[in-house]
């Protein structure tokens, strides 16, 4: 008689802009217990974002212990099965802890936050280079949107972190570094790293080295010694200490939320996928070239996966306000009561009735970079209901990333882009608001192409369970990126609107970007 073979687990810990998910995967990829906690967004000012370090923690430990207990219960046997956890974070979100006690020096600065705009116009004016001083070297422009502005917040206006950077006790992190340096061990020997793309999203890593630049730490006046190791995405990176749910297990994977995504979607050179979730994020992979971008992107990393693989770069454009823009018709305006209702809500008339929404809360990221921009919302009349707004804020989400699927076009040129043997360039889409297939077909119309949903939208988990998996051997390049076999259960959005009309919209939604701009001073 056969004896049954062992069963192998890869985790995955998904640690978003508003909620930690911990997902447990077979070998076959399927997910077979998960567990979701949501935590706190705080607003102490207008423009600004943070969240409370230590209960991000305690999600973990709390998601963790209940998808244990669920494929448990489901019959599972996790204790001895599970063999690598993989991570996914939101990325820029900046910390500075103590590494006597494991206590923030201050809340964790939300990527979004608007706080160090000053710094940003200051830098710009001293530095010779301007916006993009920094840009050949980091891929990135000044902007609020990346960690390294938001750390010189923190040494210019907290007395703790500028008393614990000068005694030796600082340091500095993304999510990730946080997570993983109090997962194996904190205060005891915790491991001080963070990997190749999350450390790309600080403007402190050159692109090409793969390591902190001297250049722009001294020009920043950043102390290197509070900074991680960093290391790449595939890789064992240490073993989970005493005191979590699970212990002992390494590890072995380590991504930024999209560049998770883009592995999950097994996205090769010359292919994109779209995230949508609190905001948006669209990524071109470009195989191992840098495109520095003049159409308004961001030269970043897609992935390294293992310490010796070739390093895949990618062109991305970020989006600040996507599904943060259902939230506020949700717990704003009390439009709608749950995220699910805007498409019952948008599919009860035909049209915006030419109302443009534009969600530029806290400015306007890729492809235009305005941090002075703000909401608008234009051509209302009295014939405009809910349902209208609604929709506009559907088409508001779609509008913004063909804005930036309009610069990737431009900037990685027709030898830069796999099409199918249609010659039709497929977006690859996932995250939350993916369930609604008004907002697909939305996003097809005005693309003028299609767009391509996988069965598992929760492509962002997955994706850091394949590095974690990959590092110990449980699956192979080969396997992960066997694309073809997954897309024959994707759902594929074709266009279906007039080509002139879809014109006629993007003229309108350029008039209504155009009225965002310089209103960031308008009087309260």
Known sequence: MSKK???????????GTTSTRFIIYDRSARAIGSHQVEFTQFYPEAGWVEHDAMEILESVR????????????????????????????????????????????????????????????????????????????????????FSALKLLWLLENVDNVKKAVQSGDALFGTIDTWLIWNLT??????????????????????LKTLEWDSTILKTLRIPAEILPKIVSNSEIIGKINTGWPITGIPISGCLGDQHAAMLGQACRRGEAKSTY????????????????????????MAFKLGPKASTNYALEGSIAIAGAAVQWLRDSLGIIKSASEIEDLALQVESTGGVYFVPAFNGLFAPWWRDDARGVCIGITRFTNKAHICRAVLESLCFQVKDVLDSMHKDAGEEGEVKNEKGEFLLRVDGGATVNTLLMQIQADLLGSPVVRPADIETTALGAAYAAGLAIGVWSEKEIFASEERTKTSTIFRPKLDEELRKKKLDSWFKAISRTFDLADLSL
């Open 185 to 206: 061990g904190g205060v005891k020997g915790g491991i001080h790293v963070t990997d190749v793309s999350n450390a790309s999203r600080t403007m402190l890593m050159n």
């Open 277 to 300: 979730g609190t905001g948006a994020f669209i990524l071109l992979n470009t195989g191992e070239e840098i495109i520095q971008s003049t159409h308004g992107l961001l030269s970043t």
């Open 5 to 15: 073979p062992a069963e192998v687990f890869i985790g995955s810990i998904d640690q």
């Open 62 to 145: 709390v998601c963790m212990a209940k998808a244990l207990d669920k494929a448990t219960a489901d019959g599972h046997n996790v204790d001895s099965g599970l063999k690598a956890i993989g991570l996914t974070n939101q990325r820029e979100t900046t910390l500075v802890w103590s590494k006597s006690t494991g206590c923030p020096l201050y809340n964790a600065i939300v990527w979004m936050d608007v706080r160090t705009s000053s710094i940003c116009r200051k830098l710009e004016k001293e530095l010779s280079g301007g916006r993009t001083h920094f840009a050949e070297t980091c891929g990135l422009p000044i902007s609020t949107y």
